[in-house]
């Protein structure tokens, strides 16, 4: 029987995801705008009789994510923004020690304590690891309500897969719209085959015990460990990039943006059409590992790129070294909580038709 539409708030929709793909253990601290999660989490995980944690901190948060996804369980935190900017350190621990989780930003204006509006200006915190050393997070980032449940759901089992954490990226807005959603079926965590590379069940695998740790003090190890990382890295960025396109084809300049601002150019593109443009969107969905193949590809065919951010320009600077200076890569912003609209941005993209 196909499950029901339900409407639900993006932050409950993405815990909802969380119980249903198995997740055994939730830690967090509260930060708007993603309270709500927290508190759908707090309500649902220990109705399952499974563990859910205010921590004192969002350091403890994600340290206790390190302990628990150790032993083999699916474990998730979320924040917001600066909330993230605490978990770094733990963030970097867990890439060092192979170690899944799921970590979810529900973004927030800023720098510094910003606003409690919608933002993304967590794009390069995200995609370049954000805390100390070589390392990459894999990271999502919805467009909606619908998505951000799915991606969350699927998360786990992609963290799983390569043993790197998955961060899904969303912003206040996508956490606090209410959309209709359905769920894939949940998944009984006791069902989840145990991982060999986890601390305990020793005698039920047959097996020595095993020392989960980022610490590596002889500088050939450390080399050796992060060598075989970065070719983990690279079969990552060969599998799992992915992006939506919509009337690319024949376009002539194409927005480049993701989350809220993809949804935006939507409506900026479809004015646009009905105005005769040729006008395409691209939206990456994986920021890490980055569509920077297609984006060069649409570049060697002559397309001019328009990149939407809810920033001062951040993943610009990514397309820009996609296309290799091939194409001009033009960039319109808002930020500190702002929103741009689609008529805004339908003006500035017929201003540069018009160069």
């Keep these: 029987m196909a499950e029901e539409i339900r409407l639900m708030k993006g932050n409950e929709a ?82 060092g020690a192979d170690l899944p989780a799921v970590i979810v ?21 995200a995609t370049r690891g954000g805390g100390h050393g070589d390392y990459y997070t894999i990271v999502l980032a919805p467009k ?30 996508i956490g606090q719209m209410m959309e209709g959603v359905v769920f894939p079926e949940p998944i009984d965590p006791a069902t989840l085959p145990r991982k060999d590379w986890a601390v305990g069940h020793v005698t039920e695998m047959h097996r020595p015990y095993n020392h989960v740790t980022s610490l590596n003090l002889e500088p050939d190890g450390l080399e050796a460990a992060n060598r075989i990382r970065f070719e983990r890295y690279g079969h990552i960025k060969e599998e799992l990039v992915r992006y939506e396109e919509i009337d690319v084809d024949d376009a002539d300049i194409v927005f480049v943006a993701y989350g809220t601002s993809a949804r935006v150019c939507h409506g900026a593109l479809e004015m646009a059409r009905a105005a005769g443009m040729k ?52 960039f319109y912003g808002r930020c500190g909580g702002n929103i741009p609209s689609q008529e805004e941005v339908f003006a500035e993209v017929k201003r540069l038709m018009a160069l």
């Design 14 to 95: 993405i815990g909802e995801a969380a119980v249903r793909a198995g997740c055994r253990a939730y830690f967090g601290y509260p930060i708007t705008p993603q309270n709500e999660l927290t508190a759908y989490m707090a309500k649902h995980m220990l109705a399952k009789g499974r563990i859910f944690i205010q921590a004192e901190s969002e350091i403890a948060a994600i340290n206790m994510v390190y302990g628990a996804s150790s032993t083999g369980a699916r474990a998730m935190t979320s924040s917001s923004s600066p909330g993230v900017s605490l978990k770094q350190e733990g963030i970097s621990y867990l890439c």
């Design 105 to 125: 930003n529900v973004a927030r204006a800023g720098p510094g304590l910003g606003g409690i509006s919608p933002g993304q200006g967590d794009y390069f915190q």
């Design 144 to 173: 909606g309500v619908q998505e951000a449940a799915d991606l969350t759901y699927e998360a786990f089992s992609i963290s799983e897969k390569w043993r790197v954490p998955v961060l899904v990226l969303a912003d206040g807005l």
């Design 279 to 330: 006008v395409g969107l691209f939206r990456p969905i994986t920021l890490w590992p980055f569509p920077s193949a297609r984006l060069a590809g649409l570049a060697e065919r002559g397309k001019r790129f328009l990149c939407v951010e809810m920033s001062m320009g951040q993943m610009v600077e990514d397309v820009r070294l996609a296309v290799n200076g091939k194409v001009p890569v033009y």
